[in-house]
C-alpha cells in the first residue's frame, strides 16, 4: 500500500512540474536566431529575413516579438522593417517557443538610394583582434558598412571569433579568403576544394550563415579554381597598397584620388595604418557624397547579377 502511495506521490509530483512550467516544452529547448541570408545589414525600407531554429521540442508556434516598435517591427514569418526613427540604433528582436527565448540585436542602417554615388569597401586577411575591432568602431561612427575577405585560420583564437561576429551581427558582410592565404594556382584542386570549404564550414558555425562571396589570396585564379570555389569571385578596382606602405596617409589619399561610383576598394584589416584611416577615409568619401555598401549590395542596387564562378572589379 505504503508503495501505491509514493508512486501515486511521485506521478503527482511530476504533474505539478509540468502544469507550473505552464507549457509543454521541456526545459531542455532552445532558441536560436540568425540571419537567414549572409548578406547582412538591416536598412530602413528594405524587408530583413530572420530565422528560428528550436531544439528540444517537436511544438514549433514561433511568436516573433520586437524589443522597441518604434525602431522596427517584426512579422510573424520573422520579417524585421525597420524605422527611420531607428537610424544608428540597435533594436532586439525575440523568438519565443512555449517558454523558450531566443534573440539576436540587429542595428539599423540608413536607406541606400540607388541613384546616388555608392561604394564598397573590402578588408582582407582578417581578423585580427585590435585592427579589426578599430574599422569596426569607425564603421559604426559613419554608419557605414563594408565586406571583410576571412582567413580562416584566424578564426582559432577566441578573441577573432568575438570580433568578427560583432562585425557580422552589425551588418557587415563576412566572406570567404580561404583557410590559410595560399596561391591557389599552385595547389591541387583537392586542396583548393579544402582551403574554401574549410572556411566556409567555420564561418557557418561561428555566423550560422554560410558566406556568398569569394576572393582568392593575392587575386591569383584560373578557370579551375573559380569553378571550385563555386561563388562569384570578388576582385578590386581601386588596390590602397596598404600592405606594402604601411601608412595612413597615403591609404586615405589613394582612395581620395582613385574612388568612383561603384568601386570596390582593396584594403587589409591586419594592419595598424589601414585602420588608422578608417575614419579618416569614411568621413572624406561621405563629404563627397559616397553611399557605403557591401559587395553584395553593390550589385543588388545597381542591379547587376553576381553569378557563380564568375569574376567581378567594379560596377560601372
Ligand atoms: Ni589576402
Not at 36 to 62: C, H, M, Q, S, Y
Not at 175 to 189: D, F, G, P, V
Not at 263 to 285: E, F, P, Q, W, Y
Request: aromatic letters at 8%.
Amino acid at each position: 500500500m505504503k508503495k501505491i502511495l509514493k508512486l501515486f506521490i511521485l506521478f503527482f509530483s511530476i504533474e505539478m512540474l509540468f502544469c507550473c512550467s505552464g507549457s509543454k516544452t521541456s526545459a531542455a529547448t532552445k532558441v536560436t536566431v540568425t540571419r537567414k541570408e549572409a548578406t547582412a545589414p538591416v536598412r530602413v525600407g528594405t524587408d530583413f529575413a530572420l530565422r528560428a531554429k528550436v531544439t528540444g521540442t517537436k511544438e514549433k508556434p514561433i511568436r516573433w516579438v520586437s524589443r522597441n516598435e518604434k525602431y522596427a517591427i517584426v512579422s510573424k514569418k520573422g520579417i524585421v522593417r525597420a524605422k527611420r526613427a531607428g537610424i544608428g540604433k540597435t533594436v532586439r528582436i525575440v523568438a519565443a517557443c512555449g517558454n523558450a527565448k531566443g534573440g539576436i540585436t540587429l542595428t539599423i542602417l540608413p536607406k541606400i538610394n540607388p541613384k546616388k554615388k555608392m561604394i564598397a569597401l573590402t578588408y582582407d586577411d582578417g581578423p585580427r583582434y585590435s585592427s579589426t575591432r578599430k574599422i569596426l568602431r569607425a564603421l559604426k561612427q559613419e554608419k557605414a558598412v563594408a565586406t571583410f575577405f576571412t582567413v580562416g585560420s584566424n578564426t582559432a583564437s577566441a578573441k577573432n571569433r568575438k570580433i568578427l561576429k560583432q562585425s557580422f551581427d552589425y551588418g557587415n558582410e563576412i566572406a570567404n579568403h580561404t583557410q590559410s592565404h595560399k596561391n591557389l594556382t599552385r595547389i591541387t584542386s583537392a586542396e583548393v576544394r579544402r582551403e574554401i570549404r574549410t572556411t566556409d564550414r567555420r564561418l557557418q558555425k561561428l555566423l550560422g550563415v554560410k558566406p556568398t562571396l569569394f576572393r582568392p589570396p593575392y587575386g591569383a585564379m584560373s578557370a579551375v579554381t573559380r569553378k571550385i570555389s563555386a561563388k562569384p569571385n570578388i576582385m578590386w578596382s581601386v588596390d590602397t597598397l596598404d600592405w606594402k606602405t604601411r601608412n595612413a596617409n597615403s591609404t586615405y589619399r589613394c582612395i581620395m584620388r582613385n574612388a568612383k561610383d561603384g568601386s570596390i576598394v582593396l584594403m587589409h584589416d591586419i594592419h595598424d595604418a589601414t585602420a588608422n584611416a578608417a575614419l579618416r577615409m569614411l568621413k572624406g568619401l561621405k563629404k563627397k557624397g559616397y553611399q557605403f555598401v557591401t559587395v553584395d549590395e553593390l550589385y543588388r542596387y545597381k542591379r547587376k547579377k553576381l553569378h557563380v564562378a564568375g569574376s567581378y572589379f567594379c560596377v560601372k
